[in-house]
């Protein structure tokens, strides 16, 4: 059997086992994946021990995505670009560290929402982890301009200046009185989980015609916090569905070669959600 885990703290939100699990029995896969709280000082440990144990990968959520860089014995293009690592493969004695944060979240924008970066406008609320690759990806991808929020306005400073290095992006660490100016709004800060049950952003905050990308999937409600407060402005909204079986796509693809079902993978989260409000 192949051995997979999601680590985080805290983890019990996640429903990346039952999306895993999904696909493993629909395409025939033999495989187990769990969920393990680790917290952040136990992290290098944890991987040592899984990786000692013969698992085969493992996925990494908050706030472990950037902790784990310099742990790695590799790193792929997209996850040094980004400077975080959502999946990691043990193979050959080494840790080989990806992000399908990033490809996730524009392939699900544009399914769920209809956004190609392409000369838009976007905001990203929550600088750390996924939202660093959120915004790295969309400058990429062709925003010209890129509004950066974050409690601590010095690593939204840090990671604008280092957009505006590699990309012709305008970027730039903001506050919420830019969030109407962007066609996209990412929300990539926990507000929505246990431990942020209060939305990043107010009815005040957006205006009718934009779109808001929460990727948190809250547990009990697919409607988040701050996607509540953006319907109310007439903001086409969606969660972090689409994105999370999109990342667990890419990375069950990088872990093993193979294509997993998506499909399976997609409705065993929205089942999840639904188990879970009741």
């Not at 192949?2 to 019990?12: E, Q, R």
């Not at 080989?96 to 000369?119: I, K």
């Not at 957006?206 to 319907?231: H, K, S, Y």
Request: proline letters at 6%.
């Amino acid at each position: 059997m192949n051995l997979f885990a999601v680590l985080g703290h805290p983890i019990g939100h996640s429903f990346s086992p039952v999306m895993h699990t999904a696909s493993f029995r629909s395409i025939g896969y033999d495989g187990e994946y769990i969920r393990l709280d680790v917290p952040p000082a136990e992290l290098g440990d944890a991987l040592k021990r899984l990786a000692d144990k013969g698992y085969t990968g493992v996925n990494l959520t908050i706030p472990h995505k950037q902790l784990a860089v310099p742990m790695m014995d590799t790193l792929t293009a997209i996850a040094e670009r980004v400077g975080a690592v959502n999946t990691v493969l043990f193979r050959d004695g080494k840790m080989h560290g990806h992000n399908t944060d990033a490809p996730g979240f524009l392939a699900a924008a544009e399914s769920e929402l209809g956004f190609r970066p392409a000369g838009r406008r976007a905001a990203v609320i929550g600088c750390g982890g996924a939202g660093r690759a959120i915004a790295i990806a969309l400058a990429h991808a062709g925003v010209t301009d890129l509004a950066l929020l974050d409690i601590d306005t010095a690593r939204a400073e840090a990671l604008a200046a280092e957009i505006r290095s590699v990309s012709p992006a305008s970027a730039k660490a903001a506050d919420h009185a830019a969030l109407k100016e962007a066609d996209l709004v990412a929300q990539c800060s926990p507000s929505g989980l246990a431990v942020m049950p209060t939305p990043a952003a107010h009815t005040a905050d957006f205006r009718e015609g934009q779109v808001l990308f929460d990727i948190v999937i809250p547990p009990g409600n697919p409607v988040t916090p701050t996607m509540a407060e953006a319907q109310r402005a007439g903001v086409r909204c969606c969660n972090g569905a689409a994105m999370l079986a999109e990342q667990g796509a890419l990375s069950f693809e990088y872990w093993t070669g193979l294509k997993p079902d998506r499909a399976a993978m997609r409705r065993a989260v929205e089942e999840g959600l639904i188990a879970a409000a009741h």
